[in-house]
C-alpha cells in the first residue's frame, strides 16, 4: 500500500527574478569597479558563454573530468555554459554541464599556471574570481593570484589553452558575458549495452519485452516555470509507454536511460514502508549517469549513488524511504541532480552520507520533510557541501537543507522559489550539530555568511 496519496500536480507557479538583490550588493561593494555603459554587469546566478576579444572564441571545458584545462573554442561545442554564482566579495565560474568550478591549478599566483576544471571547493580562493567591466567586455581577475583569465600567447586559434596572466589591455584577456540560452530538456541516450544496464528478470516480477527501455528521444516536459532569471523548470512528466516493474535493484554502471518511462517497485522493492534498510531502485556506480526516469510509487529507498554520479530528468512520484542516498568516500566526488522532481516525502529527498559537493538544480520539490540533509549522526562524519540552485519548492514542507555546522558543512542557496507558505514555517537552512551517534541538535537557522551561504533576496515567496 502507498503511504499517502500522490498529490495533482500543482499550477500556481509563476516566473521571478532572484538575482536583483545579489547584483545590487555586487554594485555597492565595487565588483564592477571601472564599469562602462557598454559592458552591462553579468548577474549572479545566471549563465553564460565567455567569449574572448581574441578570437570571439568560447571559454570551454573541453572535458567534464576535474584537472582539465580550459581551452577556448568554437562556439557551439558543447562544455561552453558556466554559471556565475556569488561567493563572498566574488565569484565562482561553474561549469554547468559537469558541475565544477574553474580554478588555477594547484593554487599557483604566478604568470602562466593554468586554469581548469575542479571539484567546488568553498574554501578554495583560487576558485574565486571578480569581475572588472572594461570597454567592450570584463576582466576576469582571480582572488588568489591578482591575475587574469587569459588565452595563452594572445592566439586566436581554437583549441588554445586558456591560462592565468598579468592584467594590462589585450584582448586575450578580455571577455564578453553572454547569456546563455535555457539549458534544453535532456533527450534519450543509448541505454549501455553491459549486463547490469537492463532489469534482471526474477521468478516473481519479469519485465516484458514492452517494458525494455527505449533509444528513442523523450518527449520535452513542458517548461511552466522558473526560480528566476535562466533556465525553466520542467513540469511533471507524463510517463512513456508501459510501466516497467522492478523486483531486483537495477545497477547503473555507466549510463541508463529510461526513456520517459515508470519504474515501479515490486517483491522486495515494492513495501512503500519507510524501513531505513530498502534495497534501492537503481545502484549507481562511481560516475554513472541516470536519466529520464519517473519513479513511481512505490519505489523503495530510491537512487543510490556510490560516488560522482549525475541524475538528469529524474522525478519522484511518490519518495519511498529517500528519493536518492549519496554515498562514496572522496572529498572530491561531485553529485549532480539536475532537472526533475519529488513528491510525497514524509522524511527527506535527498541524503548525504558520503562526502564531497552535492548540486541540486532546475528542480521542482512539493509536499517533503527535507530536500536536503547532510547525514547527522553517520558513524564516519566529513564536511559536505550543498549548491540549491533554480528550485521551487512548493508547501507542505519542513526544510529545505540541514547542515552539521561543527563539521564544516556549507550550504549555498540560488534562485529558490517557496510557494504556499504564507507563514514561512520552511526553514530555509537548519544548522545542526553532527554527532557519529546518537541524535544531532538543531544550532541555529538562516543565513550566517559560513555555513549557510544566502541572502533574503536569494528566496522568493509566492502564494
Known amino acids: 500500500m502507498s503511504k499517502r496519496a500522490i498529490r495533482p500536480k500543482r499550477g500556481r507557479i509563476a516566473a521571478l527574478g532572484g538575482t536583483a538583490a545579489l547584483l545590487a550588493a555586487g554594485i555597492a561593494g565595487g565588483l564592477w569597479a571601472g564599469a562602462d555603459a557598454a559592458a552591462p554587469a553579468p548577474a549572479a546566478g545566471s549563465s553564460y558563454t565567455l567569449v574572448s576579444a581574441a578570437g570571439g572564441l568560447c571559454l570551454q571545458a573541453p572535458a567534464p573530468a576535474a584537472g582539465t584545462q580550459l581551452v577556448q573554442q568554437d562556439c557551439g561545442a558543447g562544455g561552453e555554459t558556466w554559471r556565475l554564482t556569488a561567493d563572498g566579495s566574488?565569484?565562482?565560474?561553474?561549469?554547468?554541464?559537469?558541475?565544477?568550478?574553474?580554478?588555477?591549478?594547484?593554487?599557483?599566483?604566478?604568470?602562466?599556471?593554468?586554469?581548469?576544471?575542479?571539484?567546488?571547493?568553498?574554501?578554495?580562493?583560487?576558485?574565486?574570481?571578480?569581475?572588472?567591466?572594461?570597454?567592450?567586455?570584463?576582466?576576469?581577475?582571480?582572488?588568489?593570484?591578482?591575475?587574469?583569465?587569459?588565452?595563452?600567447?594572445?592566439?586566436?586559434?581554437?583549441?588554445?589553452?586558456?591560462?592565468?596572466?598579468?592584467?594590462?589591455?589585450?584582448?586575450?584577456?578580455?571577455?564578453?558575458?553572454?547569456?546563455?540560452a535555457a539549458t534544453p530538456a535532456p533527450t534519450a541516450s543509448t541505454p549501455t549495452t553491459t549486463a547490469t544496464a537492463t532489469p534482471k528478470p526474477t521468478a516473481t516480477a519479469k519485465p516484458t519485452a514492452t517494458a525494455k527501455p527505449t533509444a528513442t528521444a523523450t518527449p520535452a516536459p513542458t517548461a511552466t516555470a522558473t526560480g528566476g532569471t535562466g533556465t525553466a523548470i520542467p513540469a511533471w512528466p507524463t510517463p512513456q509507454g508501459a510501466d516497467v516493474p522492478l523486483a531486483a535493484t537495477q545497477k547503473v554502471a555507466k549510463l541508463f536511460d529510461g526513456g520517459g518511462r515508470r519504474y515501479v517497485g515490486k517483491g522486495a522493492l515494492g513495501s512503500g514502508s519507510q524501513s531505513e534498510n530498502q534495497p534501492a531502485m537503481f545502484e549507481l556506480a562511481d560516475g554513472a549517469v541516470l536519466q529520464n526516469v519517473i519513479l513511481g510509487d512505490p519505489a523503495a529507498d530510491g537512487v543510490h549513488c556510490s560516488g560522482s554520479c549525475t541524475l538528469r530528468n529524474v522525478w519522484w512520484e511518490n519518495v519511498g524511504e529517500d528519493a536518492a542516498t549519496f554515498k562514496g568516500t572522496s572529498a572530491s566526488q561531485v553529485m549532480t541532480v539536475d532537472g526533475g522532481g519529488a513528491r510525497g516525502a514524509a522524511d527527506k529527498v535527498?541524503?548525504?552520507?558520503?562526502?564531497?559537493?552535492?548540486?541540486?538544480?532546475?528542480?521542482?520539490?512539493?509536499?517533503?520533510?527535507?530536500?536536503?540533509?547532510?547525514?547527522?549522526?553517520?558513524?564516519?562524519?566529513?564536511?559536505?557541501?550543498?549548491?540549491?540552485?533554480?528550485?521551487?519548492?512548493?508547501?507542505?514542507?519542513?526544510?529545505?537543507?540541514?547542515?552539521?555546522?561543527?563539521?564544516?558543512?556549507?550550504?549555498?542557496?540560488?534562485?529558490?522559489?517557496?510557494?504556499?507558505?504564507?507563514?514561512?514555517k520552511i526553514t530555509v537552512c537548519q544548522r545542526y550539530t553532527g554527532v557519529t551517534s546518537g541524535e544531532p541538535k538543531e544550532a541555529g537557522s538562516g543565513p550566517d555568511g559560513t555555513n549557510c551561504r544566502y541572502t533574503p533576496g536569494d528566496v522568493t515567496y509566492k502564494p
Open 90 to 180: 566574488g565569484y565562482r565560474l561553474v561549469e554547468t554541464a559537469g558541475g565544477r568550478c574553474a580554478g588555477v591549478r594547484d593554487a599557483r599566483t604566478g604568470a602562466g599556471a593554468a586554469v581548469q576544471t575542479e571539484d567546488c571547493d568553498p574554501a578554495a580562493a583560487s576558485q574565486r574570481w571578480t569581475l572588472t567591466a572594461v570597454e567592450g567586455g570584463h576582466r576576469v581577475v582571480n582572488a588568489a593570484s591578482g591575475k587574469c583569465l587569459a588565452v595563452k600567447d594572445g592566439s586566436t586559434a581554437a583549441g588554445t589553452p586558456v591560462q592565468q596572466n598579468s592584467c594590462d589591455s589585450a584582448p586575450a584577456k578580455r571577455w564578453t558575458f553572454k547569456p546563455a
Open 350 to 424: 535527498f541524503q548525504h552520507n558520503g562526502p564531497g559537493t552535492f548540486v541540486v538544480r532546475n528542480f521542482r520539490v512539493e509536499d517533503f520533510g527535507k530536500l536536503y540533509r547532510s547525514c547527522g549522526n553517520c558513524k564516519t562524519q566529513y564536511p559536505r557541501h550543498v549548491v540549491i540552485d533554480n528550485v521551487i519548492a512548493t508547501a507542505p514542507g519542513k526544510k529545505i537543507v540541514g547542515i552539521n555546522a561543527n563539521l564544516g558543512d556549507t550550504a549555498t542557496i540560488t534562485r529558490l522559489t517557496v510557494v504556499g507558505d504564507s507563514s514561512r
